[in-house]
């Protein structure tokens, strides 16, 4: 069991691709895990795996000691957070929360505001691995937030993730996490150029990715999505609609910091592209699919 584990009880909010198996993990780390999600079949996986599953918000969060949300987007997360029959008119007194979700670091930060004028600690803690990362528990997660929530919310992230850094305060966790999908974005997108180049030339693109993944052109990305690009293989992973949500969020931080990102910005709108032209739901390795249609090679 890990440390910190037992008699902490945990309520976890939005149980999809990323939530439901960081849950399952907190349950095989030992702690108490009831499990909320809209659409009420998600918590099947939660609930075979030991842990709880609750028909609302307040259901899940009455009585639990750390609450985590795990959502799709600041609205959504301000929803949970704020609403009526929400975290925040549930939650006990001195209960931390730690919202795992990516959103707007200035959603972040009032929101740590509103917990804290109830007496609740709150941190924002996204996370980067994808699926695989949230299944194995290796996730990379940056949280914001004081050093003592950071240190109280630490059991929780060390069941769930590999790298568990505090970058700063509230909302910090959410500016790393916006430069983060800068990278992974510009990355897939020269993985998706590299793959239509070569794929034109009519070289074996295994062959070729195996090469590039060996030297100073090797990625995560390319170790983790070549072969799926290859085969044109879309299943979700990490949506296009969230990373096109994601590339806005870093796009709006460059502009308040008065920073240029030219190549951020061209391909926010290759991700705005795939969103608009209907793909919104497949993963985001699908920009390699846009490239070939650009390049009239479908
Ligand atoms: P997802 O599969 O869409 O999961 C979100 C879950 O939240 C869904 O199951 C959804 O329920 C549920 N939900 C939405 N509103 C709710 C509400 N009001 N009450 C209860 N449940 C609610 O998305 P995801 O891929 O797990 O991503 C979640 C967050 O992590 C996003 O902010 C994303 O940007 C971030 N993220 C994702 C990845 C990745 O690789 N997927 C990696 C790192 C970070 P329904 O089933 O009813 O829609």
Redesign the pocket.
């Known amino acids: 069991m890990a440390e910190g584990a037992a008699m902490t009880r945990v309520g976890f909010?939005?149980?999809?691709?990323?939530?439901g198996p960081m849950a399952v993990n907190l349950v095989r780390a030992g702690f108490e895990v009831t499990g909320?999600?809209?659409?009420p079949s998600?918590t099947d996986r939660l609930v075979r795996a030991g842990g709880r599953a609750a028909g609302s918000?307040a259901e899940a969060v009455t009585g639990a000691d750390v609450v985590l949300t795990?959502?799709?987007?600041s609205p959504?997360v301000r929803?949970?957070v704020l609403g009526e029959g929400g975290v925040l008119a549930h939650a006990r007194e001195g209960a931390l929360l730690v919202d795992?979700?990516?959103?707007r670091p200035d959603v972040a930060r009032e929101l740590a505001e509103a917990a804290a004028e109830r007496g609740l600690a709150m941190l924002d803690a996204?996370?980067?691995?994808?699926?695989q990362g949230a299944v194995e528990g290796t996730l990379s997660i940056m949280a914001g937030g004081t050093a003592e929530a950071f240190e109280a919310a630490r059991p929780v992230l060390d069941a769930v993730g590999a790298t568990v850094v505090h970058v700063g305060p509230a909302g910090a966790g959410q500016t790393v996490k916006a430069a983060n999908q800068l990278i992974l974005a510009g990355t897939l997108e020269l993985v998706a150029e590299a793959l239509v180049f070569l794929e034109a030339h009519g070289l074996d693109t295994g062959t070729a990715f195996r090469v590039l993944a060996g030297g100073m052109a090797g990625s995560t990305v390319l170790d983790r999505k070549g072969a799926a690009m290859r085969a044109r293989e879309f299943t979700?992973?990490?949506?296009v609609a969230?990373h096109h949500?994601?590339l806005g969020i870093a796009l709006t931080a460059a502009r308040e910091a008065g920073v240029v990102i030219p190549l951020g910005a061209a391909v926010a709108q290759l991700m705005a592209a795939l969103d608009a032209q209907g793909h919104g739901g497949l993963d985001h390795s699908a920009l390699v699919q846009l490239v070939a249609r650009l390049s009239g090679r479908e």
């Open positions: 909010i939005g149980l999809g691709i990323m939530g909320h999600n809209r659409t998600k918000v795990m959502l799709p987007d959504d929803g949970v795992c979700s990516t959103i996204p996370v980067s691995g994808g699926e979700p992973g990490f949506r969230l949500k994601d």
